[in-house]
């Protein structure tokens, strides 16, 4: 496949034809297809909201960025200062560090290894960005703190924390040193009102520091308040994308 070139100055993230399908082995062998052909470009200092309906494919679409998910066909291309890297194609040990250093994905559920506190959660995170390990337990502290972690919790194993506690520890460690590219989906879904605040303002700052944004979010003030563009999905495509203002005007 020819490699794509950017095609705007400052691009982090280039994605083209990019398609999965599932195979539902217990019914059949059905097939669901989840993205069908989708094109996104993502420069620094963008925060692209991905809406649409449940089902239209959005998870699926941070998925098959930092591959989680494996595409079926297209290309993922990160540039990076060493150059363009296809994700698609990279051995596993290569882009386990690449994802280290440059890529923060911040899901709705924290899986953290276990009987392992919030504070070493997110030291390893700053580790793995290049942080020397003084520097990283720092940064973790602060990020931490930034997201109104209670001190008391940063050594209580996170298995046994809320639902809230752990969102915050995610998007802590999804973010400890700006990453090169975010991908957050639903990263603020169990927060409070003041959490959710906290996290949105955590968010904005780091657009405002050049990090390259693709979200999700179901909630349409946090797009607003976020998005410098929204992308709307429907059934695995991208069937329109522009200003929040523009956009979510028409979305259900
Ligand atoms: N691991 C999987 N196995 C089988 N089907 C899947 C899998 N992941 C996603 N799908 C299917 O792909 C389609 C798109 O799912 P996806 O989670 O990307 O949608 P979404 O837009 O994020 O939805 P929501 O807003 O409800 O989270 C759905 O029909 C879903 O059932």
Redesign the pocket.
């Known amino acids: 496949m020819p490699t794509p070139q950017p095609d705007r100055p400052g691009a982090v993230l280039t994605v083209r034809e990019l398609r999965k399908t ?1 195979t ?1 082995h217990t019914i059949d062998g059905r097939t ?1 297809v ?1 993205l069908d052909g989708v094109d996104l470009d993502v420069a620094a200092g963008e925060h692209v909201a991905v809406a ?1 309906p ?7 679409l941070l998925r098959c960025i930092h591959r989680s998910y494996l595409p079926d066909s297209g290309s993922v291309l990160l540039h990076t200062p060493d150059g363009p890297v296809e994700l698609t194609a990279l051995p596993d040990r290569a882009l386990a560090r690449l994802r280290g250093r440059e890529i923060g994905y911040v899901s709705q559920f924290l899986t953290p290894p276990p009987r392992t506190g919030p504070l070493d959660v997110v030291a390893a995170a700053a580790r793995r960005r290049g942080l020397a390990p003084a520097e990283a337990r720092d940064a973790a502290a602060e990020s931490l703190h930034r997201l109104g972690l209670d001190e008391a919790l940063w050594d209580v194993d996170c298995g046994v924390l809320s639902g809230g506690e752990r969102q915050r520890i995610n998007l802590a460690a999804g973010t400890v040193r700006p990453p090169r590219l975010l991908l957050l989906d639903e990263p603020v879904s169990a927060l409070d009102p003041r959490n959710r605040e906290r996290a949105l303002q955590l968010i904005a700052s780091l657009t405002d520091q050049g990090v390259a944004v693709v979200a ?1 979010f ?1 909630d349409l003030d946090a797009m607003r308040q976020l998005a410098t563009r929204v992308v709307q ?1 429907t059934d695995a495509r991208i069937v329109a994308e522009g200003p929040a203002r523009d956009i979510l005007g028409a979305v259900a």
């Open positions: 599932f539902l669901v989840s649409g449940s089902g239209a494919g959005k998870s699926s999700v179901h999905m």
